[in-house]
């Protein structure tokens, strides 16, 4: 289904355009750029709505497509679209543009119109990837949204920004230029650099290794993966809470995407023959980084820790349906694996977001992320409390919220592939109760520990505002997520197909 | 010689009769109507442009139209070349004004010495013929000698110009040595004539094969290749800024045209020989160039090697010797041309009185002094980055899928990782501007049409980037 109008891309360009007015409004009137900027982001995301009204979740087409040419020399084209996939991570993208704006408004008083171009470009570059299905127009926008970021960490950053910033950026980089010469030997096999035609190219085994290793390098560094984790806590850490958020709820979710869109069709032989790598590294993150996060004293830290496990369930659910398929030829499970995956991405972009922001409205009021410095919070703020109580739960995969539907979707769908991959997977469940209970009890519970803390001051109501969206958010998932499903279950079910059916030529 | 040939050469014509025009003009004008050597210089370039891009009648026929007993070529490739040659010629003319008046520099010498090194460009650009080439590459290194020599009390500058004139008169040597042996081995002159015979006797004439090497030599020379690099860093550091700006800029357009002359257009058939060659120092290149940078402290410097490795990238197009490949190159060479002139007018706004920044560090929290100032410094340096949609990523793109597609999968492996490094140093650049805090607060003030023209330069390198089909299309289209 196409619509006359190109929604698309006014989703990209509408906050490119917004970012422009945004700068010329000046430092001197900041007031005037933070509105200007929630009004550009609000109507992009009323826009975007459109997405999922418009959307046909009975095929597993690209739909809201558009096609122009860009670089008739090279076959390379403007070439947007959605499916079940993208779409719900595009409308992610939107919220949080929202959100971040708000987030940051009375916080930020140095430079603010830079602050909210910033955030405008990121999110326009951001809804480019999930909508390009060109490949070389995918990379344009992967790499553009590092600027923005890179700007935000270094210039309104914490004490050890640049070093954080400079981490981020070459990390990601370096990632991403092994995938551009996968793109480019792509291209020059196929004539084309349209992705969808990449899905049907046969490749043989070697060409198909050697790319899907230059991609999981790019998408190992983005989701991140364990050992090339390391960037994210740094950039957690010392970025303002809107680029926490931003980076946790929607950013991640570009390495996630990219092995659905990239390494799981183009190159399913060996995807297939190289699960166990992906799947040992899911693994790892799993375990190893649950109890990494134990021991943190950071919160930031902390939640950044626990959102490399969570990707490591997305992970594991999109790669487990290689040994389903092979233990049983019907791939019973497949399906709620990949499901599974789409719905902890989604999930997790709530609830790492509102827990940065609740991190953010501590650090707001006390200048300190270190866990040791609180105790006794409920006391002082019992409105604040419940929601970030919420939100921990949320985190530690507590049913009737969003982050029990994705875990539980991955675990039961790693039993139908061998019992001690779930046995790990279920590590999870443990250490991420563990690791969240331990910091609510520190964090919120107990006496006032000190005078810092007994003077804390309840949420107002734009922290209320925020709070709620993500809440309702969160609990809508978990009570109901079939909607979010259905949306995605017949591209899910392409995408098995795909890579069920070997290319080898 | 008759008309016909005359009209061929327009363009050449023009540049050369306000050359000598200027010369005179200068006599004649008081000190303070200077501005009027400058505005001619601007209207000569523009004017060139118009008459070049008018074409020929021949050229729309056949592609290419021959001059002067087939010593001059004219065609796509070297009008598309002058034509950006002009654009860069403006730019270090703006670039440079406020600079050289303070410096006490602002007399005829400059423009004329620049527009006779144009002119040896131009004449290069056209070459059919050996001694063309070297015509052509004499008149505008013997130019661009004088102009590093301009400030004449200033020990780093005429330090640099003797360096440069010593290495670049060696490297001509080398030239004319390699000439002969062409000579000898194929008995022609004419770059025609050389490929037929070429093609006949292959590589095994060890004769042939010794003369391109020599001529390999040369052209790294004036690339700026390592090994053949040495003068670059002291001459960026020593000579006038704006001289460094020209220098950094227009010549390495002449520069990718002699190698296009002399490698494709003549020795075609020794590919499997030239491209050996430049894979050794486009691969020291792109290596030395960026690791080297990353150790720089001086702003001049670090460009210095910077360009060392972009000249890396433009052989990585040029080596894998099909179309496609050349026109990456010379996508390459131009938008870098463009890109250096942006960044060096940066810096010499930055190194002009009443600044005085020559390190890195003066340029500490310049989006705090110049917001404008730092997001156009900013823009110059992402792009020598490669990081999309800036021009420079779609150079390297191009560059990059030519070397794959040559099957050298390796270079590209290596040259991507050393771009990541590269990127380092350029972030660095954003990191002192955005992130460190101003040592001194005060604003700095930008002349308007200083700030109208940077300005274009920088939204050229995104417009460039995003609308980059008509100039890949162009560079595509006249190999």
Redesign the interface.
Same mark, same amino acid.
């Given at each position: 289904m196409t619509t006359s109008l190109p929604l698309l891309s006014i989703l990209i360009w509408l906050p490119l355009l917004g970012a422009v007015v945004v700068l010329l409004a000046g430092n001197q009137r900041p007031a005037l750029a933070r509105w200007l900027a929630l009004l550009v982001a609000s109507v992009t995301l009323l826009l975007s709505l459109q997405l999922w009204t418009g959307f046909d979740s009975t095929t597993a087409a690209m739909q809201f497509t558009e096609l122009k040419a860009w670089i008739p020399v090279f076959n390379v084209n403007y070439h947007l679209g959605v499916d079940g996939f993208s779409m719900p991570l595009i409308l992610l993208t939107t919220i949080f543009g929202v959100l971040v704006i708000v987030a940051g408004w009375e916080v930020i008083k140095d430079r603010v119109h830079q602050y909210m171009a910033a955030f405008l470009v990121l999110q326009a570059a951001l809804t480019g990837v999930f909508a390009a299905l060109d490949g070389l127009l995918f990379y344009v926008f992967f790499e553009a949204m590092l600027v923005p970021m890179f700007l935000l960490i270094g210039v309104w950053g914490g004490p050890n920004r640049v070093y954080a910033a400079v981490k981020f950026f070459l990390y990601t980089f370096l990632g991403s230029v092994f995938m551009l010469i996968g793109l480019i030997y792509l291209y020059l096999q196929s004539g084309s650099f349209n992705i969808l035609e990449w899905h049907d190219l046969g490749l043989s085994m070697t060409e198909q290794k050697w790319i899907f290793l230059g991609m999981l390098a790019a998408f190992a560094v983005k989701i991140p993966m364990w050992p090339v984790h390391t960037w994210l806590p740094d950039a957690h850490v010392e970025a303002p809470t809107g680029g926490s958020i931003i980076l946790a709820a929607v950013m991640l979710k570009v390495g996630g995407y990219g092995f659905i869109r990239f390494s799981l069709p183009i190159t399913p032989d060996a995807s297939n023959m190289l699960d166990w790598v992906v799947i040992g590294l899911s693994l790892i993150a799993v375990v190893y980084i649950g109890f990494v996060a134990l021991v943190q004293t950071d919160m930031k830290k902390l939640i950044a820790y626990s959102s490399i496990t969570h990707m490591g369930f997305v992970t594991l659910g999109l790669f487990i349906a290689f040994s389903i398929f092979r233990a049983s030829p019907d791939g019973f499970g497949a399906a709620m694996g990949v499901e599974g995956a789409m719905m902890q991405m989604i999930s997790h972009g709530f609830i790492s977001g509102a827990l940065f922001f609740v991190v953010g409205v501590l650090y707001d009021r006390m200048h300190s992320r270190d866990i040791a410095d609180y105790g006794g919070v409920a006391n002082v703020m019992p409105w604040f409390t419940m929601f970030a109580v919420l939100f921990f739960m949320a985190n530690a995969g507590l049913p009737g919220t969003s982050g029990f539907v994705g875990e539980f979707m991955v675990i039961l769908a790693s039993f139908n592939a061998s019992i001690w991959i779930a046995f790990f997977a279920t590590f999870t469940l443990i250490l991420g109760a563990a690791y969240n209970l331990w910091l609510v009890k520190r964090v919120f519970f107990g006496e006032v520990k000190n005078e810092n803390v007994s003077r804390l001051r309840d949420i107002n109501s734009r922290e209320v505002f925020i709070l709620t969206v993500l809440a309702v958010a969160v609990l809508t998932i978990g009570l109901y997520p079939q909607p979010l499903l259905n949306v995605m279950h017949v591209s899910v079910e392409h995408l098995l197909q795909q890579i069920t059916q070997t290319k080898i030529i | 010689m008759n008309l016909q040939d005359l009209q061929i050469v327009a363009p050449e014509l023009i540049v050369l009769i306000m050359a000598c025009s200027l010369l005179m003009l200068d006599l004649f004008l008081s000190p303070q109507r200077r501005g009027i050597l400058h505005l001619v210089s601007i209207l000569t370039m523009a004017l060139a442009a118009i008459i070049t891009l008018r074409g020929h009648p021949a050229l729309e026929a056949t592609g290419t139209v021959m001059a002067f007993a087939d010593t001059v070529i004219r065609d796509g490739m070297g009008d598309l070349l002058k034509v950006f040659a002009y654009l860069t010629m403006i730019l270090v003319f703006v670039y440079s004004r406020h600079y050289l008046k303070q410096f006490n520099m602002y007399r005829g010498e400059f423009y004329s010495l620049a527009m006779f090194a144009l002119l040896g460009a131009m004449v290069l650009i056209s070459a059919a013929n050996l001694i063309t080439v070297y015509m052509g590459l004499e008149l505008m290194a013997l130019s661009l000698y004088a102009m590093v020599a301009l400030k004449r009390d200033d020990r780093r500058s005429s330090e640099a110009a003797m360096k440069y004139f010593i290495l670049g008169s060696m490297a001509s040597g080398f030239l004319l040595y390699g000439m002969s042996m062409v000579y000898g081995a194929t008995g022609s002159l004419q770059i025609s004539e050389i490929s037929i015979a070429a093609a006949e006797q292959g590589s095994d004439n060890m004769i042939l094969v010794f003369g391109l090497i020599f001529m390999v030599v040369a052209m790294a020379f004036k690339f700026g290749l390592v090994p053949f690099h040495m003068w670059v860093p002291d001459l960026y550091e020593g000579a006038p800024a704006p001289v460094v700006l020209f220098i950094s800029s227009m010549p390495k357009l002449a520069a990718f045209a002699m190698a296009i002359r002399l490698l494709q257009d003549g020795l075609s058939s020794l590919h499997h020989d030239w491209q050996g060659m430049l894979i050794v120092v486009a691969v020291l290149s792109i290596v030395l160039g960026n690791l080297a940078a990353l150790a720089q402290q001086n702003i001049k410097r670090m460009l210095a090697y910077s360009t060392i490795s972009h000249m890396g990238f433009v052989m990585l197009g040029l080596l894998s010797g099909t179309a496609a490949g050349f026109g990456a190159s010379m996508f390459y060479v131009i938008t870098y041309a463009l890109m250096s002139a942006g960044a060096f007018g940066v810096v010499i706004f930055m190194s002009s009185k009443g600044v005085e920044a020559e390190n890195l560090s003066d340029y500490r929290g310049m989006?705090q002094r110049n917001?404008w100032f730092a997001a156009m410094f900013a823009a110059f340096m992402?792009s020598m980055a490669g990081?999309?949609?800036f021009v420079g990523?779609f150079a390297k793109?191009l560059v990059?899928?030519a070397v794959?597609?040559a099957g050298l %999968?390796w270079l590209?492996?290596l040259a991507?990782?050393f771009?990541?490094i590269g990127?380092?140093y350029y972030?660095?650049v954003?990191?002192i501007m955005?992130?460190d805090k101003a040592k001194d607060e005060t604003p700095i003030q930008v002349p308007s049409d200083f700030r109208a023209v940077l300005s274009v330069n920088a939204l050229l390198m995104l417009v460039l980037g995003i609308f980059?089909?008509p100039l %890949?299309?162009a560079c595509?289209a006249v190999f």
């Open positions: - | 989006n917001p992402l990081i999309p949609v990523f793109w990059i899928q794959v597609d %999968i590209a492996l991507v990782v771009s990541v990127g380092y972030l660095r954003i990191k955005y992130f980059s089909a %890949i299309a595509m």
